[in-house]
C-alpha cells in the first residue's frame, strides 16, 4: 500500500494518536537520556580498560594529577614573599611622643637612659615591627622572606629578622644595659610606644601571588587528535590514567564552555523522533490492527521506553556495564503476544535508539541485534516453559560468538581477550531466564494470553473441563473433536493453532447449566418435545450467555471470552426457527428470538472454530458416511456461512476457506472410516 493511499485510509483521530504516541515516547525517552556521551566510562587505575578503543577525537592538554600541581604549588610557596610598606614616621612620632612624656627623666634611672632606652626603640622600628596575628602565622616557617617597601625600594628579608609587637617589647629587657632595670622599666608601659610599622600590602601581595601561580604549568603535554589512548583489555597505568582523566576534564571544560542552543539535546530529539516515527510508520503501514487494540500499542511503546530508559540511567551514573541490561526480553515478549515481524522491528528501533547514548556504538548494536535475532528465531512457536530457558542460552552464547568475533576482528590476536564483558553477558543470560515469571506480569498488565497460558487452559484436569466432562459428556467429546478439527485448519493456513485448540475446548462450557437440552447429551429423552419453538430457541440460545457468565467466575482470559461469544456469530438456531415459521406462515415473526447474540467472528482463529463447529455437529445426523455426503455437507454449510456474510468482519481469505473445507473433508473420512462403496452384483 503507497504512503498516499495509508494518509487516506487514516482519519484524524488515527493520525492525532499516532502523532502523540510519537511525541510522547519521544520525549519520555530523551528527558532521561545523558546529555554527554562523551566521557561516559569508568576509570580504574590498575585493572584493564573494559571499553572499547579509545582514541583522541580532539587535541587536549596532559593534566597533571591534583597531587603533582599541589607538590609544586607547595614548592613554589616557599618562595613566595608577601609585600610589607614600611611607614617611617610612626617610629619618628612614637620617640617624640615617648621624649615628652618623660622628658624629665625616667624615676630611678641616671639622665641617659632616656636616650638609650629611644635608641633601642628606633633600632626596633628600623628592622621592622608587624602586628602578631601576621607574625605569628609567617613565623612558623623561620626561612621564610617579606619584602619591605621603603619608598621605591623593595628589599628582601627574612622573616627571623622581623619582630612583632609583643616580642619587640620583650627585646628591649634582652639588652644586658637594660635587663638589669627591667623591674623599673616595665613601670614605664613601654608598649605603649611600640605599635607596628609593617603594613600588609595586600594588592601587591596578591599580584606577585597570581604570578606566581599561573607560572605553575598545569599540562606535561598534548594529545593530538587521532593518537591512540587505550585499547581494550590494557591495563590503565599511571601515565595513561592522567590522559584519560585529562580527556574527561577537557570535556567537562567544553562542556561548561558551550553556549547559545544545546545541540545535544536537539540532535537528542531529532534522532529519537526519527526512529519511534519509523517503527510507528511501520505499524501503521504492516499492523494497523494493533492501533485497534490499546494493550498492543502500550506494551511496544512501553517496553522500548522502559529499557531505553533503563540503559540511559546506568550510562548516566556508570552503573555496570550496559551489556547486564537484558535487551532480548522486548523481542521475547514480542514474538509471544505478537508475531515476530514486529518483534524485529521493536528490537531494532530499541537497539538503534540506545546506540546513540553510547561512545562506541557500533559493538553494541552488533552484539545486541544478534541476541534479538536469536530469541525471536528461537521461540517460533513458545508451547513449553524450557523454550525460554534454552533461548535464554542461546542469546548467552550468540552474544559471547558476537563479542568474540569483534574481538578477533580488531586485535587480530587469538589469545588477547578481555573477559569482563563475557561476565556482562553471562549475568545478562541470568536475567533473561526471569521471562518466564514476567510473562504473567505483561499478560496480566496488558491483557494478552501466551501460548504457555493457553496450554495449561487446555489441561482436561482443569476444574471447568473436569466438570463439563461429567455433567456435559457428549458436549466435551464435541469440544474435543472441534477442536482437533480446528487446530488442524489452523496449521494449514497459518493461524494459531493452540489458541483455537483452547478456545474450542471451552466454547461450548454453557451447555453445562442445561446438558439435556443439547442432543449430544440426550439418550432418548428430548425436553424440546416439551416447550414451543420459541422457549426452545431461547434455551439453545443460553448457553452462549451462560458461558460468558462461567467463563467470568472461573477468571478465564478475554481472548477464550470471544470463542464462546462468536462461534455462532448472530445467526439464526435454523431448526426452531423453521419449525415455528411453519407453524406461524401468517404471522410477523421477531426473528431476535431465534438469533445468537453474536458478534460474528472478527479473527481468524474464531471463524476457523466456528466452520469447524457447525461442521462437526451437523456430520453426526449423516444417514451414511462415504466421501460424497461428506463433501456435499462440508460445502453446502461453509458455502451458506460465507453467503450469509459471518466472515466480513474476519481477515479470513477465500483460499482459506477453501483450504479449511479441504481439511474437514479429509478428517472427518478419517473420523468415520469411510470405504468405498463395493458394486452389486447384476444378476
Not at 501460548?451 to 474435543?480: C, W, Y
Not at 425436553?527 to 440460545?541: F, N, R, T, V, Y
Not at 445426523?621 to 466480513?648: C, M
Amino acid at each position: 500500500m503507497s504512503s498516499f493511499n495509508v494518509k487516506n485510509d487514516l482519519s484524524w483521530h488515527d493520525i492525532l494518536i499516532r502523532t502523540g504516541l510519537i511525541i510522547v515516547t519521544t520525549a519520555l525517552i530523551v528527558w532521561l537520556m545523558p546529555r554527554s556521551n562523551y566521557a561516559n566510562f569508568k576509570i580504574e587505575r590498575g585493572k584493564p580498560w573494559i571499553y572499547t578503543d579509545l582514541s583522541a577525537p580532539f587535541d587536549f592538554p596532559i593534566y597533571k594529577s591534583e597531587e603533582a600541581v599541589k607538590i609544586e604549588r607547595d614548592s613554589l610557596m616557599r618562595q613566595y614573599e608577601p609585600y610589607y610598606i614600611l611607614n617611617t614616621e610612626i617610629s619618628g612620632k612614637e620617640i617624640r611622643q615617648f621624649y615628652k612624656d618623660y622628658n624629665e627623666g625616667i624615676p630611678g634611672l641616671p639622665d641617659d637612659f632616656l636616650s638609650i632606652v629611644a635608641n633601642r626603640l628606633r633600632d626596633l622600628y628600623d628592622k621592622g615591627i608587624m602586628n602578631n596575628s601576621d607574625y605569628t602565622r609567617l613565623h612558623q616557617d623561620t626561612t621564610r622572606m617579606i619584602r619591605i617597601i621603603n619608598g621605591k625600594d623593595a628589599v628582601s628579608t627574612p622573616i627571623k629578622d622581623m619582630y612583632s609587637v609583643v616580642s619587640a617589647y620583650e627585646q628591649i629587657f634582652l639588652d644586658s644595659s637594660l635587663a638589669k632595670y627591667k623591674d623599673i622599666l616595665q613601670k614605664c608601659n613601654l608598649n605603649d610606644y611600640i605599635c607596628a610599622n609593617l603594613t600588609y600590602d595586600k594588592d601587591r601581595s596578591e599580584t606577585s601571588l597570581n604570578e606566581l601561580r599561573n607560572s605553575i604549568a598545569l599540562a606535561s603535554g598534548i594529545v593530538q587528535r587521532g593518537q591512540k589512548i587505550i585499547d581494550r583489555g590494557d591495563i590503565v597505568d599511571k601515565k595513561t590514567y592522567n590522559i584519560l582523566m585529562s580527556y574527561k576534564k577537557e570535556i567537562e571544560r567544553l562542556e561548561e564552555n558551550k553556549k547559545g542552543v544545546n545541540l545535544t539535546i536537539l540532535g537528542q530529539i531529532l534522532y529519537v523522533l526519527i526512529m519511534v516515527t519509523c517503527f510507528t510508520i511501520y505499524l501503521t503501514l504492516f499492523r494497523k490492527d494493533y492501533f485497534e487494540k490499546p494493550r498492543s500499542i502500550a506494551m511496544l511503546y512501553s517496553l522500548i521506553a522502559l529499557f531505553v530508559v533503563v540503559a540511559s540511567l546506568m550510562i548516566e551514573h556508570n552503573v555496570l556495564h550496559v551489556y547486564i541490561v537484558p535487551f532480548a526480553m522486548v523481542p521475547i515478549f514480542v514474538r509471544v503476544f505478537m508475531d515476530s515481524r514486529t518483534a524485529f522491528m521493536a528490537h531494532t528501533t530499541l537497539i538503534m535508539t540506545c546506540a546513540c547514548i553510547l561512545q562506541h556504538p557500533l559493538e553494541f548494536v552488533c552484539v545486541e541485534l544478534v541476541a534479538g535475532f536469536t530469541a525471536i528465531f528461537s521461540l517460533r512457536e513458545l508451547s513449553s516453559r524450557s523454550q525460554l530457558f534454552w533461548t535464554a542460552v542461546l542469546v548467552t552464547l550468540a552474544s559471547g560468538l558476537s563479542n568474540l568475533s569483534l574481538e578477533w576482528m580488531r586485535n587480530n590476536d587469538l589469545l588477547n581477550i578481555s573477559l569482563s564483558e563475557y561476565n556482562y553477558l553471562i549475568i545478562n543470560g541470568v536475567l533473561l531466564f526471569c521471562s518466564y515469571p514476567l510473562l504473567y506480569v505483561i499478560e496480566k498488565t496488558f491483557g494478552f494470553t501466551s501460548n504457555i497460558t493457553l496450554i495449561e487452559l487446555s489441561d482436561m484436569n482443569k476444574t471447568l473441563l473436569r466438570k463439563m466432562s461429567e455433567v456435559a459428556p457428549g458436549t466435551f467429546q464435541h469440544s474435543i473433536q472441534v477442536g482437533n478439527l480446528a487446530a488442524e485448519i489452523a496449521n494449514k493456513i497459518g493461524a494459531k493453532s493452540q489458541l483455537v485448540r483452547t478456545g474450542a475446548l471451552y466454547h461450548d462450557i454453557g451447555k453445562m447449566m442445561n446438558p439435556i437440552y443439547f442432543t449430544e447429551n440426550q439418550s432418548g429423552i428430548n425436553p424440546h418435545e416439551k416447550l414451543g419453538a420459541i422457549d426452545s430457541a431461547q434455551m439453545i440460545i443460553s448457553h452462549v450467555t451462560e458461558g460468558i457468565k462461567l467463563a467470568e467466575k472461573y477468571n478465564l482470559p478475554n481472548i477464550i471470552k470471544e470463542f464462546i461469544t462468536t462461534h455462532h456469530g448472530q445467526g439464526k438456531t435454523k431448526y426452531f426457527f423453521v419449525q415455528y415459521k411453519n407453524a406461524h406462515p401468517n404471522d410477523d415473526i421477531d426473528e431476535l428470538l431465534f438469533t445468537y447474540p453474536g458478534p460474528n467472528p472478527f479473527t481468524k482463529e474464531q471463524a476457523i472454530l466456528m466452520m469447524a463447529d457447525t461442521v462437526e455437529a451437523a456430520s453426526r445426523s449423516l444417514p451414511d458416511y462415504t466421501e460424497k455426503t461428506i463433501r456435499e455437507l462440508v460445502n453446502k454449510l461453509i458455502d451458506a456461512q460465507v453467503a450469509e456474510g459471518y466472515f466480513k468482519d474476519s481477515p479470513i481469505t477465500f483460499r482459506d476457506i477453501a483450504y479449511a473445507k479441504t481439511v474437514l473433508i479429509e478428517k472427518l473420512k478419517t473420523i468415520y472410516h469411510t470405504r468405498l462403496s463395493y458394486p452389486e452384483l447384476k444378476k
